[in-house]
C-alpha cells in the first residue's frame, strides 16, 4: 500500500531564517505530488505541483520554493521566512491521471515568530 | 476561475441523526469531485471520490451526489456518531489534474 510521510511535525521559526520540509512517497513510482497550506478559517491553497523529477510548477508567487530531487521526494523550501508564511502545509500525491485521486500527508504546522 | 461553496460552514447534530452536507462549484466542467474529512492538526483523508460520469458513490454510512449541471454535490451522513465529528470538505478538480479548487469546508459536531 502506498503511504506519504511528511517531517517535520511541527515547526518554530523565526522570521528571516532558512525553510526546508520534506515529503516522500512510498509504494508508488512516478506520482502527481502537491505542496498546499491551509491558514486557519481557509481554504487549502495550491502552491507547488510536480508531474515528475525536477518539474516544478507554481500555483501562486510567493516567499517559498519546491523541488523534487527524487521521483518520490518533494521538498519546500524558503531562503527567508515571513511572518505571513506560517500555516499548515500539507503534501499530496494522485493515484493516477485518470482517477485524479489525491491522499495527503498529516501534514506540517509552521509558525513564524 | 473555479469556486467552491461549502454550505452549512458548522453543524450541530445530536447523535444519530442523518445529515446533509452541501458544496457547489460554479464551473460544471469538472473532472471529479472529492470528499474528505480533517481531524483537528491533521491531513485530509480521502471519503469519496466521484467521477464526472457518475452520480454518486456509496462507502458505509457514507453516500456522495453529484450533479454537474446544477454545480452541485452532497454528502450525506446516515445514523451520525461522535466518531464523525470533524471538518468535511470538498474538492473539484477541472482544467486538469493539477487544477484542484476546495471549499473551506464544514465543521461537524456529533453530540453524544
Known amino acids: 500500500s502506498q503511504t506519504i510521510h511528511q517531517w517535520p511535525a511541527t515547526l518554530v521559526q523565526p522570521v528571516g531564517s532558512p525553510l526546508s520540509l520534506e515529503c516522500t512517497v512510498e509504494?508508488?513510482?512516478?506520482?502527481?505530488l502537491y505542496w498546499y497550506r491551509q491558514a486557519a478559517g481557509r481554504g487549502l491553497q495550491l502552491l507547488f505541483y510536480?508531474?515528475?523529477?525536477?518539474?516544478i510548477s507554481s500555483e501562486v508567487p510567493q516567499n517559498l520554493s519546491a523541488s523534487r530531487p527524487q521521483d518520490r521526494q518533494f521538498i519546500l523550501s524558503s531562503k527567508k521566512l515571513l511572518l505571513s508564511d506560517s500555516g499548515f502545509y500539507l503534501c499530496?500525491?494522485?493515484?493516477?491521471?485518470?482517477?485524479?485521486?489525491?491522499?495527503f500527508g498529516p501534514g506540517t504546522r509552521l509558525t513564524v515568530l | 476561475k473555479q469556486e467552491v461553496t461549502q454550505i452549512p460552514a458548522a453543524l450541530s447534530v445530536p447523535e444519530g441523526e442523518n445529515l446533509v452536507l452541501n458544496c457547489s462549484f460554479t464551473d460544471s466542467a469538472i473532472y471529479n469531485l472529492q470528499w474528505f474529512r480533517q481531524d483537528p492538526g491533521k491531513g485530509l483523508t480521502s471519503l469519496l471520490l466521484i467521477q464526472s460520469s457518475q452520480r454518486e458513490q456509496t462507502s458505509g454510512r457514507l453516500n456522495a451526489s453529484l450533479d454537474k449541471s446544477s454545480g452541485r454535490s452532497t454528502l450525506y451522513i446516515a445514523a451520525s456518531q461522535p466518531g464523525d465529528s470533524a471538518t468535511y470538505l470538498c474538492?473539484?478538480?477541472?482544467?486538469?489534474?493539477?487544477?484542484?479548487?476546495f471549499g473551506i469546508g464544514t465543521k461537524l459536531q456529533v453530540i453524544p
Open positions: 509504494g508508488t513510482s512516478n506520482p502527481n
Open positions: 510536480s508531474v515528475g523529477i525536477g518539474q
Open positions: 499530496a500525491w494522485i493515484r493516477s491521471a485518470r482517477y485524479n485521486e489525491q491522499f
Open positions: 474538492a473539484v478538480y477541472s482544467g486538469g489534474y493539477q487544477k484542484v479548487t
